[in-house]
């Protein structure tokens, strides 16, 4: 049953139920526990129900294992009522309620229970302390993170590797890198096994590189080398990403050359991450030599490689992998019209865009995401069609974001439509007052039509109200 539970297998599992149905042979407790879980896990939630109903005793497995089935099927308040009807409530089965909780969704329900577990509940264990790390890394509560490392040094876990790479994957969640340094600089390497040094590191590498410190991240990839730690696909993953952050493109092939050795190389996201790597540092050609050699590419690897021409204006190319995506019987997600969109946005391929838009809806129900929407309104300014565009802002009411406006504005200038323009800037500064944006983007489109006086009168309206333009930056 366990073996079904795992694979999810309900044919097999149901066929063992019918077997010792039909034998008469008496099921045991530990039998029926392992028979809730199955159905449980396979989606079966009525059978798991009727087998909890007909048993003659139960124990605090089989509540726990109910539970469980309830959240697993997203029913909370049978979860509840069942946890507490619940006889005896020992620590696994608050750990089974709030890891559930947090399962689905209900990640502050899971923080309320946490609280009222330190005041009514049992002693935390490993496990309660590990959940607590991951809901506060998830929600970046720092206060919450803190209060659960304080009581597992009361406990007397700090020297649990899995439960401090917890604690570094919190403070690094929480954008408090320098804690997390400091707990993996005191953890004792020589004493973890190869996977807790491995998570380890790749907690750290990843932490440097989510909070904007690209280059400290591949610093730190370099130590976890020379150090003998093998990075897993995870790493991998982050250091890539941090690759075609930092712009380093000789760097990003030693590391392409690293997944290959320790084996990698067909992992199709790990293969993603490295098309994109490549695309960001400049090199298409890479990129493309990555794709071409994966076999029984999948939907991710296809996305990444359409983006990557669709951000180098490689409009046509960017359709052309699309096109030949879907040849392939490969179902388009969201990101990949995304990307075609874009593609077709950069080549001014007003009659393309519309296709692929309702394409996307009518054969494979999508519905549009701002990110397509806003594809199509800049589709539209890029080539001309102001009025267009204006209808397609009011029809799918997109008037509260201020990229519609931005980009309908930047098209004003190309195509010195100044009423629009100024009828434009209004809408932006109602949504964005205080920002520089729309007084920049106008001014530019005064300039252009050589409206000295009216562009000046917008950079000291700029100055009277304390507005100021935030300068760019560059790695060149």
């Not at 006889?87 to 890891?99: A, E, L």
């Not at 390497?189 to 991240?217: D, H, P, V, Y």
């Not at 020379?226 to 590391?255: M, N, R, W, Y």
């Not at 009411?397 to 100024?422: F, I, P």
């Amino acid at each position: 049953m366990k073996c079904c539970a795992k694979n999810d297998d309900p044919r097999v599992g149901k066929g063992i139920h019918g077997w010792i149905m039909r034998n008469g042979i008496e099921m045991d407790v530990v039998l029926q526990n392992a028979m809730i879980d199955f159905y449980a896990k396979c989606g079966a939630f009525w059978f798991a129900r009727n087998v909890f109903e007909m048993m003659a005793e139960r124990d605090t497995v089989s509540w726990n294992v109910m539970i469980g089935a309830h959240l697993l099927c997203g029913d909370a308040n049978g979860a509840m009522e069942l946890f507490r009807a619940s006889p005896s409530r020992d620590v696994s089965s608050w750990n089974t309620f709030i890891n559930g909780q947090m399962q689905i969704g209900s990640h502050r329900t899971a923080v309320e229970l946490l609280h009222l577990m330190v005041k009514i509940g049992p002693t935390f264990n490993q496990y309660t302390l590990s959940i607590g790390l991951v809901l506060a890394a998830k929600l970046a509560l720092l206060h919450l993170g803190k209060q659960i490392h304080n009581k597992l040094l009361r406990l007397g876990f700090e020297n649990d590797a899995f439960i401090l790479n917890s604690l570094i994957n919190m403070y690094c969640k929480c954008g408090k890198m320098e804690t997390s340094s400091t707990i993996f600089n005191e953890l004792k390497q020589s004493c973890m096994g190869s996977l807790a040094k491995t998570i380890s590191w790749s907690s750290l590498i990843t932490g440097f590189f989510k909070n904007g410190r690209s280059e400290l991240a591949l610093e730190l990839f370099c130590r976890m080398l020379h150090q003998g730690a093998i990075p897993d696909p995870f790493t991998l993953t982050s250091v890539a990403a941090a690759c075609a952050s930092a712009g380093f493109l000789e760097l990003g092939k030693q590391i392409h050359a690293c997944i290959q050795k320790l084996g990698h190389g067909l992992d199709m996201f790990l293969a993603s991450a490295v098309i994109d790597m490549y695309a960001k540092c400049g090199s298409l050609d890479d990129a493309r030599k990555t794709f071409d050699v994966m076999e029984n590419k999948n939907v991710v690897l296809w996305t990444s490689m359409l983006g990557s021409y669709a951000r180098h204006g490689e409009g046509r190319e960017a359709i052309r992998v699309f096109e030949m995506m879907i040849e392939k019987n490969i179902k388009p997600n969201e990101i990949s019209f995304v990307g075609v969109l874009s593609a077709c946005s950069h080549e001014g391929l007003v009659e393309e865009g519309y296709k692929y838009f309702i394409l996307m809806q009518n054969d494979y129900g999508i519905v549009p995401t701002i990110e397509h929407l806003t594809s199509m309104v800049d589709l539209l300014c890029r080539s001309g069609q102001l009025d267009e565009a204006k209808n397609f802002i009011h029809k799918y009411n997109l008037g509260e974001y201020s990229v519609v406006w931005k980009a309908l504005l930047s098209a004003c200038r190309v195509h010195s439509d100044m009423q629009t323009a100024r009828w434009a800037s209004e809408q932006l500064v109602q949504i964005q007052p205080h920002e520089a944006g729309s007084y920049i983007l106008l001014s530019n489109a005064c300039s252009t039509k050589r409206e000295w006086v009216e562009a000046s009168k917008l950079w000291s309206a700029m100055k009277n109200k304390g507005i100021k333009k935030q300068p760019g930056s560059s790695w060149i």
